[in-house]
């Protein structure tokens, strides 16, 4: 049995930082707190807890913009779990997602004007119809430091069927994740306060999805990259338990190994912090939380951020004794992780996004430099990297090296850990569906002449199936975009991607390897069942060895 090179996990954080995006009448009935939404259309202007939301009708959809979940995290609020927002007294008539928060990242899919008050959200809805509609809460990716609800400001695709989108932003980086001693809670935890504002986002649409036509009682979680880790935190996460009924996990199978202790995090976290002070020349009498909450916003936004960039590019939610007493994996394994009817799925050709970033800053990779980088960037040593030769990889020599490292990095970090969890939801008993997004032509985030190589069916390029982030150009591309969102919606509602709108082709219930949808154009075979998924990926010979 073939190790897993788990000690050169860290020498990815970088290219994942790379990863962020793909790529944007009557008030309501009730006070939120009725379970089926009464069966009303959403309003012109919708009643929340805190006050009242102007629609904006556009593109089918009502959308409602920029909803304070929770008060601005700023001043002695930083580094704090999120508290209640404010109340407002005119009703709020926005009519675009509020500023990303901030985006502690040199990513080069960085979003401008992130700010540090920035929990917000949108809800977009059916423009007809009466409720109680389905509700999917979107989780952004981004490496949990880039990223926005803006960017998927037009869910047309999945609106169209039927259900409510909520969009949610939380903190990320070192607004996020940092976690100093200085900064524990009375019950000792520190840190993860990213996934703490995606927990009260969800209890705020059980609080006031009702009034605007959703159904709390039916909220899907989905997310795709740092979003579907983000899924899967959730899953684990006994804070989470009940906020939501169904979840989606979008190539979030990626550094389940990476999650650090609380005491792992507090001296990491202590070395960011001691960095960045010294770097912005401020000296605090005692490095405390009163020193780090009244720090200016451009140490923030600068030294600070920084610093923690460069100890951690790309972090995941820490094990910190309250949102996650457990390891995500460690979790599973116990059988203490919730419950509820699973998506779980990666793409084809993940790792080509993050190759296709790395030669836009060093050149194409070559085949000398090969064995290097199948060492050094994804920690293979010589007995796993056999099974990547250059000669499985086309004709092409000057192409060789760049699909033999994609096929390598897409099956160590997302198809075989994908897979892995997948088996493990099966063994435990829930329902759960697999798939394979497989579009080769599918349109890239980095331009299709700007590498050297095909990126094919790259990391988040699943995602313009989805949401409406460009013109899709052919016909076949808009044919996966209806069967796709078809099947997303369907699962919302049912818990069965088969049942509600008609579609084309049956999606297996995952039963082992060999049921796994591929999501496909027509021209390359359409969407399929595949047998060969754990074969084509490795999985029970290179990664026999990986356990999630």
């Known amino acids: 049995m073939q190790r897993q090179p788990r000690s050169n996990y860290s020498r990815l954080p970088g290219l994942f930082a790379l990863a962020g995006l793909a790529v944007l009448s009557a008030c309501g009935g009730g006070n939120g707190n009725d379970d089926n939404g009464g069966g009303q259309a959403a309003p012109a202007v919708a009643a929340t807890t805190a006050g009242q939301v102007q629609a904006v009708d556009r593109l089918g959809m009502r959308s409602y913009f920029g909803i304070p979940f929770a008060a601005p995290p700023v001043g002695n609020m930083r580094w704090l779990p999120p508290a209640a927002a404010q109340p407002w007294t005119a009703p709020l008539a926005k009519t675009q997602s509020n500023a990303p928060c901030l985006q502690t990242s040199s990513s080069a899919f960085r979003l401008p004007n992130g700010q540090e008050d920035c929990l917000y959200l949108d809800v977009h809805a059916p423009a007809s119809g009466a409720g109680p509609f389905p509700v999917m809460v979107w989780i952004h990716g981004g490496a949990f430091n880039t990223g926005g609800t803006v960017t998927y400001a037009d869910p047309s695709p999945l609106v169209g069927k039927g259900v409510i989108v ?7 980086g070192a607004m996020g994740f940092l976690g100093h001693p200085s900064l524990r809670a009375a019950d000792g935890s520190v840190g993860n306060y990213g996934i703490m504002d995606q927990q009260a986002a969800l209890r705020w649409v059980q609080d006031n999805i ?29 804070l989470s338990k009940g906020l939501f009924s169904k979840a989606i996990v ?15 995090l507090e001296t990491q976290s202590t070395a960011v912090v001691n960095s960045a002070l010294a770097a912005a020349g401020v000296a605090c009498a005692t490095v405390d939380a009163a020193c780090l909450r009244g720090l200016p916003a451009d140490v923030v936004n600068n030294q ?11 972090p995941v939610p820490s094990v910190d004794g309250k949102v996650l007493p457990k390891t995500i994996k460690n979790t599973f394994i116990a059988g203490e ?26 050149g194409p990779l070559t085949a000398a430099q090969y064995p290097s980088y199948l060492q050094t960037s994804l920690g293979l040593p010589p007995t796993l990297a056999a099974f990547y030769p250059l000669a499985d990889y086309g004709t092409n020599p000057a192409q060789q090296p760049s699909l033999g490292a994609t096929a390598a990095g897409t099956d160590l970090l997302f198809s075989c850990p994908g897979l892995n969890a997948s088996k493990r939801v099966l063994a435990q008993g829930s329902p759960i569906y697999m798939y394979e997004f497989r579009d080769r032509t599918a349109i890239p985030s980095i331009g299709r002449n700007t590498v050297s190589f095909n990126q094919g069916a790259g990391h988040s390029y699943e995602l313009q199936y989805l949401f409406n982030l460009r013109d899709l150009e052919t016909a076949e591309h808009r044919d996966l975009q209806t069967a796709m969102s078809r099947y997303w919606t369907n699962f919302a ?24 949808l591929g999501l496909d154009v027509g021209s390359a075979g359409g969407i399929r069942e595949l047998n060969t998924f754990e074969a ?3 999985c029970n010979t290179a990664w026999a060895a990986l356990t999630f």
């Open 166 to 172: 909520v969009n949610i932003a939380y903190r990320m």
């Open 210 to 238: 009702a009034s605007f036509g959703g159904n709390r009682a039916n909220v899907t979680i989905f997310g795709e990259s740092a979003g579907g880790f983000s899924v899967m935190t959730h899953l684990a996460s006994p």
């Open 250 to 264: 979008e190539s979030g199978g990626y550094g389940f190994d990476r999650q650090l202790t609380q005491a792992q």
């Open 304 to 314: 600070l951020a920084a610093a923690f960039t460069a100890a951690n590019s790309s």
């Open 337 to 362: 992780n919730n419950k509820v009817p699973l998506v779980n799925g990666s793409n084809r050709d993940e790792w080509s996004l993050f190759v296709a970033s790395r030669e836009l800053l060093a």
């Open 493 to 516: 509602r049912t818990g069965n991607p088969n049942e509600g709108d008609q579609v084309a082709v049956s999606w297996p219930a995952f039963s082992g390897p060999s049921k796994v």
């Open 536 to 538: 084509d990926h490795k």
